[in-house]
């Protein structure tokens, strides 16, 4: 078993006035085998610590501690957390025009296993891939994320899920923008992803709907920079029930 452990983290971004704190003493701990849905309202911190984790160089750690297996995340660049076994599905994937989506796809790969695939093996795991997520082929030579639908784009994230194989997976608000039937295909995706129960998963999102296919075993409520409620299952069913408003400082 793998374990992140965040303990007492407090991060900051610069606006136009200085440094803002977003994030005032999280405590959260994923193990592998586990699910954890991070809810909350607009503005309540839940991608301010997904960015934090990645390395993002806009917001600041100013006290508090990240670790994977003892190991210090926040001494690690972002490439090194990245090999280290920590993944990022962003909530809005940069355009990059002028790389493919294979061709991007083969060098993440290559720099995290620290060698490149074998190119027979390689090509069928992408085509395998592809065809879950119901992604056409023509889609690998296009450009990365260039004019890609917000569903395309959540689905190359899942995509890279598949074909990069962490050990924990930060997904920021994989199910904005989706249609049914592509949050269903994503929902699959996670689903296979988390499947050999080996992996650890941190969702996190406004909405419930996604937890009707992903089915979390922690649910933690994010106001105001801090986890102001934990629970299981059942708080996602309150929270769809009664929303954030009994919450102090909550605002949808």
Do not use: C
Not at 3 to 12: F, K, Y
Not at 166 to 178: I, K, M, N, R
Not at 239 to 244: D, K, Q, T, V
């Amino acid at each position: 078993m793998s374990t992140l452990e965040i303990r007492d983290l407090h991060v900051s971004v610069e606006g136009e006035n200085g440094p803002v704190q977003i994030l005032h003493g999280v405590n959260l701990t994923v193990n592998t085998s586990e699910t954890h849905a991070i809810m909350g309202p607009n503005g309540s911190g839940k991608s301010t610590l997904a960015y934090a984790l990645a390395g993002h160089p806009k917001y600041t750690v100013t006290s508090g501690s990240v670790t994977l297996d003892g190991e210090d995340v926040l001494d690690m660049t972002v490439d090194e957390r990245a090999r280290a076994g920590l993944f990022l599905a962003m909530q809005y994937p940069v355009e990059v025009p002028g790389v493919s989506v294979s061709n991007f796809l083969r060098s993440a790969k290559t720099a995290i296993d620290g060698e490149a695939p074998k190119l027979r093996t390689w090509v069928k795991d992408v085509k395998n891939a592809m065809e879950n997520l119901r992604i056409d082929e023509n889609f690998a030579e296009r450009e990365l994320n260039t004019g890609f639908s917000g569903g395309e784009k959540k689905r190359h994230e899942i995509l890279q899920l598949e074909l990069l194989n962490p050990t924990f997976a930060v997904l920021d608000e994989t199910d904005s923008g989706l249609d049914i039937d592509a949050l269903r295909i994503v929902s699959d995706g996670v689903n296979r992803f988390t499947s050999g129960g080996d992996k650890g998963v941190m969702l996190i999102t406004h909405y419930t709907r996604i937890l009707r296919y992903i089915k979390p075993d922690h649910v933690h409520v994010f106001i105001a920079g801090r986890i102001a409620e934990e629970g299981g299952p059942e708080l996602a069913e309150k929270l769809e029930e009664h929303g954030y408003e009994g919450y102090v400082g909550a605002s949808a």
